[in-house]
């Protein structure tokens, strides 16, 4: 995958502001309450930019709210284009950003077999004790 220019990541970033402005007053729908944007990618002609988000529901109602977010891309595209004031407006698509669930399922991983590995280590006895007691 190429580098982002910075414009691209300026644009993603001012579209990911203006996104969390736009869910939140413009949609007002209590499904997307807890719905955080955790990255933009843009593409270089500045046609398509695909958003990443994360939610704190079940994994069903994150595939609701993620289809309701498409469902209301034209619409959030529209607000878009008037308050970024850019020739080309992208045409958005929302996916689901499961990277958090899966730090946290390593994390989750990690912390257990640190726990196995003090507790089997707390079992055997130290190496200098068993040369002591010869």
Do not use: C
């Not at 994360?54 to 959030?76: C, D, I, K, Y």
């Not at 992208?90 to 950003?97: A, I, N, S, V």
């Not at 991983?109 to 007691?133: G, M, Q």
């Amino acid at each position: 995958m190429m580098k982002p220019s910075s414009r691209t990541r300026r644009v993603g970033e001012q579209i990911r502001r203006e996104l969390a402005d736009l869910i939140r007053a413009e949609l007002r729908d209590p499904r997307l309450t807890l719905v955080s944007m955790t990255s933009v990618e843009v593409s270089r002609d500045l046609a398509y930019a695909r958003i990443y988000v994360t939610s704190m529901g079940e994994p069903a109602e994150r595939a609701e709210q993620v289809a309701e977010l498409n469902r209301a891309a034209p619409l959030l595209r529209r607000e878009l284009g008037r308050r970024m004031h850019i020739r080309i407006v992208p045409k958005l698509e929302f996916r689901y950003d499961e990277v958090v669930e899966r730090a946290a399922r390593l994390s989750a991983l990690i912390d257990a077999a640190v726990a196995a590995d003090a507790v089997h280590h707390r079992d055997e006895p130290a190496a200098d004790d068993a040369e002591e007691s010869v």
